[in-house]
């Protein structure tokens, strides 16, 4: 009975920012647990091959090109895999951008934009296309992906914009779970420490900031994409049933310092 509360036989599932990083491992833990997903990424050609990587270990999976920071494509894309899959069950908002080392009496219009449009304007028009569609349906799972970024502030990088935008998501997180809390939807987040990703790969070769990213962590290491993609299958499936408005922490206990 318990574990049967993890499959998610017959459910259909779209993933922003698929090609890569957290979002290819969300993808494969979700095909593995029997949805049908369709990976989305503004990048296509990381996305082709990233669907065929999983249509070739046997997984049903799909793709759609999708910019998050384009509203109307974003309802675009949501009618283009409806329109193939009938409806949507399950919604990862994942797509995300850093741009740090950029203190915040030096950081310029584009640079602060740049990361909110992306990480939250984007996050927002996902959940309001694929939401409202749920909402008619009466069900449905969001899963966004916050950051640890939204609890403390990192160091030493100076990334004001980052932070501010993760802390919006968990924010908007709740706000949309209140919402539609009684209309069948449920709006969860994850928030990751440092995960091993292109995203972070530059800290390998810098060993002062290596330091501090791993020496300021209880668990004295980065995370591996699984381990967030694992928080996600959760989320997404009814196992947790009775959660919604939950920001999630896997920080290898990095907020407890
Ligand atoms: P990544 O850089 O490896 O992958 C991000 C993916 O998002 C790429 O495939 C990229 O093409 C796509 N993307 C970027 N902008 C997009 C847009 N406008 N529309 C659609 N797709 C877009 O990143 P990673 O590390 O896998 O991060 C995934 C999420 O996890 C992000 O939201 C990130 O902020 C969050 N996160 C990552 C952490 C880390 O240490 N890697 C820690 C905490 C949160």
């Known amino acids: 009975m318990y574990l049967d509360k993890f499959k998610l036989t017959g459910r259909v599932a779209v993933i922003t920012g698929a090609a890569q990083g957290i979002g ?45 920071t384009s509203s109307a494509g974003v309802q675009a894309a949501h009618d283009a895999i409806v329109k193939r899959h009938g409806s949507v069950d399950i919604l990862v908002n994942n797509a995300g951008i850093a741009i740090s080392n950029h203190p915040a009496e030096t950081m310029t219009d584009e640079i602060w934009i740049k990361v909110v449009d992306v990480n939250l304007n984007g996050v927002f028009w996902c959940c309001r296309s694929f939401g409202t569609a749920m909402l008619e349906r009466g069900s449905g799972t969001i899963v966004n992906v916050g950051s640890m970024s939204g609890f403390i502030v990192n160091r030493p990088q100076e990334q004001a914009n980052y932070n501010a935008s993760k802390a919006a998501v968990h924010h908007l997180t709740r706000s949309l779970a209140a919402e539609w809390g009684a209309r069948g939807v449920r709006v969860n987040s994850v928030a990751p420490t440092y995960i091993e990703t292109e995203m972070t790969k530059y800290v390998y070769d810098d060993p002062e900031m290596y330091r501090h990213w791993a020496g300021g962590t209880p668990m004295n290491r980065l995370g591996r994409t699984d381990e967030i993609a694992s928080v996600i299958l959760f989320l997404a499936s009814d196992a947790s049933s009775l959660m919604t408005g939950s920001i999630v922490l896997a920080d290898g206990g990095y907020v407890c310092w």
């Open 24 to 68: 290819l491992a969300t993808a494969e833990a979700l095909a593995e647990a029997g949805a049908t997903v369709v990976l989305t990424d503004m990048n296509l050609e990381p996305l082709k091959r990233a669907t065929e990587g999983l249509c070739g270990k046997g997984y049903n999976v799909d793709h759609e090109q999708l910019d998050v």
